[in-house]
């Protein structure tokens, strides 16, 4: 029997978008969900591990980060309460993770087979299209925001991949203060860049009036715009 807070929580997750109570149900039934729970930055999938079930995020945030042979670190996306861990992996022939997902904050994850949520015979066949076509936007959504990195890693500057990515930031919260979620160092790794250069870099652009920021909290003045 599959707790009913467990329940409210995978009607909230995007991958059972549109889904009614009753259809949860049926799919735990014979999925049968697990939930875990982790400290913060402790670790949840490693990178290259096999991976045959996706989490959905019940409480805190996760971070992917992806290791080089050099033992550089960059930070691909941060996961957010009700988002969905490894579907992009299930999906591939390997099923192996590309990246590490570390729990930035204490939080809690539950785990489902994915072969089990769409396996022929079991599933409501209006339920299963349901699934693929959420599974369709997320993924879809992941490719978007591959995209906005890749704009922003091919500035030539330090300062124009700053200013691309808040402005890109800014545009989604639609206000010119806003919390990116990383902290500088973090940032930096996203960046692809050295913490201590991109502290140096921030403090430039705060003297010359581009942005203020503390801590996570980041303010983009209105005159700026997306670098070209």
């Known amino acids: 029997m599959i707790a009913d807070d467990m329940i409210g929580v995978l009607k909230r997750a995007e991958l059972f978008k549109g889904f009614e109570e009753c259809e949860i149900e049926q799919v735990c039934d014979f999925t049968i969900p697990v939930e875990r729970e982790y400290e ?11 991976v045959t079930k996706i989490g959905i995020i019940r409480s805190g945030t996760v971070i992917s980060t992806k290791y080089h042979f050099n033992g550089d670190a960059q930070i691909l996306r941060i996961y957010k309460r009700g988002e969905v ?8 022939t390997f099923l192996t993770s ?33 699934i693929m076509m959420n599974s ?11 995209m906005y ?6 500035k030539r500057t330090l300062q124009d991949r700053v200013l691309t990515y808040l402005s890109i ?10 919390d990116i979620s990383m902290n500088q160092e973090q940032f930096a790794q996203y960046l692809c860049v050295n913490r201590s250069v991109l502290s140096k870099e921030l403090n430039q652009m705060r003297k010359s009036g ?10 983009l003045y209105e005159h700026t715009s997306t670098p070209k």
């Open 85 to 92: 861990l490894s579907l992009d992996t299930v999906n591939t």
């Open 169 to 178: 930031i800014r545009e989604k919260k639609g206000k010119d203060t806003f």
């Open 210 to 219: 581009l942005i203020d920021y503390n801590k996570n909290r980041y303010t």
């Open 98 to 130: 590309p990246a590490s997902l570390n729990s930035q904050t204490d939080c809690s994850l539950i785990f489902i087979s994915y072969k089990k949520l769409l396996e022929i015979g079991r599933v409501n066949p209006a339920l299963k299209e349901r």
């Open 40 to 50: 913060k930055n402790q670790v949840i999938i490693h990178q290259g591990e096999p």
């Open 149 to 154: 990195k890749i704009d922003v890693l091919s």
């Open 136 to 146: 369709s936007e997320i993924l879809s959504n992941e490719l978007v925001r591959l």
